[in-house]
């Protein structure tokens, strides 16, 4: 048994202040809420405050980004251990804004995964199509790299902690979801790439849907064998949004 994640990944939204008006109006409306891990992706600089302002209710904090050496002389870049001290127990990787604006490679990916379990941190490992991709029917090429660049020679003792993400690019704040069946297919593709890389050790990895999420269709999408959650964007900005999707069964 998979339990689900849903995860908020706020992007550039959100100061502190905003942050911690969001998981004060958030935190009741999913007190009752079971079977399920929440994560909150803010800022770098909103970490801290959603991370003292969740203690004790089992909702995890993750950044959007991390570097993966230990320190150095990296202008603009955030350690493992910054973000442990800061409070983070997960964090996201490869997004595809990150691939797209800021050059990052699936080699990057897999240093960032690698720097995250050695800290401790749960890496939510993203990957997509884009749409050019699809439409040439080069879906499964494409993530079939991304999955097998990101998880280079990183163990199966280590599968249960990684969530992997599947985003197709397309899907992204555009308001155009994958319909449950193209992204079942995926992750269903994802999964028997796992096995591969992994044997058993891979029915235990979840994997989410992220791309236009909404409290309409979460329902839809989480019917779905090998859709293990979602990612959400926009709809994670809203309290009640996303608390909506986080209760939806
Ligand atoms: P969206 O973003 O829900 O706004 O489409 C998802 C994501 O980028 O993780």
Redesign the pocket.
Known sequence: MRVPVIAG?W?MYKTAAEAAAFVRAFLPLVSGAREVEIVLAPPYTSIGAVARLVQGSGIGVASQNVHFEDEGAFTGEVSTAMLKEAGATHCIVG???RRQYYAETDDAANRKVRAALAAGLSPILCMGEMLPDREAGKTFDVVGRQVAGGLKEIPAADAARIIVAY?PVW????GKTATPAQAQEVHAFLRGRLKELWGGAADSVRILY????KPDNIAALMANEDIDGA?????SLSPESFAKIVTFH
């Open positions: 990944n992007k997004h595809s804004e985003e899907a992204i704040g555009t992220g791309g236009s999420v990612l959400v964007g926009g709809a």
